[in-house]
């Protein structure tokens, strides 16, 4: 079993729709979770990060945090052509420890 | 300008010839890591280093070194390179450990023939 699982896509979805990413996984004492954009050819950039249970807004996007289901998810709302990378999940047990990431998630927004 | 730089950002090499990446931030950061990126397998993490002289082995160590004399620089180091080291190179830096933001270089794409 992967230690961070993200569904490989593509996910298509049309401009304007939400965008919803999912990542669970295995490590229960897993404490940060990230989520980063990285464009074809280009260097992964953070998007969000969330350390507690319940959701994290930040304008279009919101991480959404369940421990005990193990399982951390990204909305994009209003989803823009500008928003198709790749997404990538990855998960810190904490201080200064490995950080494991998951294999990414294709977005494709349809104009 | 807040950075992390990479050198080469492309190398094609062959088997069994010493090469270093050199890898360096100007921000602080006491955590930098390296990773390598495959198609299908995502980010993997080869080392980290968490100061000066500290360093711990990531998910994929097998076939590198690095080393950390100095709190800016982090080199990757070849000894003896091998066509499955073939990849994308990422270094990457963090202040205060693998919790918060990883800042990430442009990459190296390394070739080994």
């Known amino acids: 079993q992967k230690e961070v699982e993200q569904n490989s896509g593509p996910l298509s979805v049309p401009e304007g729709a939400i965008a919803s990413l999912n990542c669970t996984y295995s490590?229960?004492?897993?404490?940060?979770f990230f989520w980063y954009r990285q464009y074809s050819g280009k260097s992964p950039e953070l998007i969000m990060f969330?350390?507690?249970?319940g959701d994290k807004e930040d304008g279009r996007f919101t991480a959404q945090l369940n421990k005990a289901s193990q399982y951390v998810s990204l909305l994009i709302r209003d989803s823009q052509p500008s928003d198709s990378a790749t997404y990538l999940c990855?998960?810190?047990?904490?201080?200064?420890?490995?950080?494991?990431f998951g294999t990414g998630t294709k977005l494709q927004v349809i104009p | 300008e807040a950075q992390v730089t990479q050198n080469p950002r492309y190398l094609i090499t062959v088997t069994g010839k010493k090469l270093t990446v050199t890898c360096s931030q100007n921000?602080?950061?006491?955590?930098m890591s390296w990773y390598r990126q495959d198609p299908g397998l995502g980010l993997r993490q080869i080392y980290y280093?968490?100061?000066?002289?500290?360093?711990d082995k990531g998910d994929v160590p097998e076939g590198y070194k690095v080393s950390r004399k100095e709190k800016r620089n982090f080199p990757l180091i070849l000894e003896s390179p091998s066509p499955n080291q073939t990849s994308l190179y990422f270094c990457?830096?963090?202040?205060?450990?693998?919790?918060?933001?990883?800042?990430f270089g442009p990459g190296t794409r390394l070739t080994v023939t």
């Open positions: 490590d229960r004492g897993s404490q940060s």
């Open positions: 280093s968490m100061n000066v002289e500290v360093t």
């Open positions: 921000m602080n950061h006491e955590y």
């Open positions: 969330i350390y507690s249970n």
């Open positions: 990457a830096s963090s202040l205060g450990g693998g919790q918060n933001e990883q800042y």
């Open positions: 990855a998960v810190n047990a904490g201080g200064y420890q490995k950080v494991t």
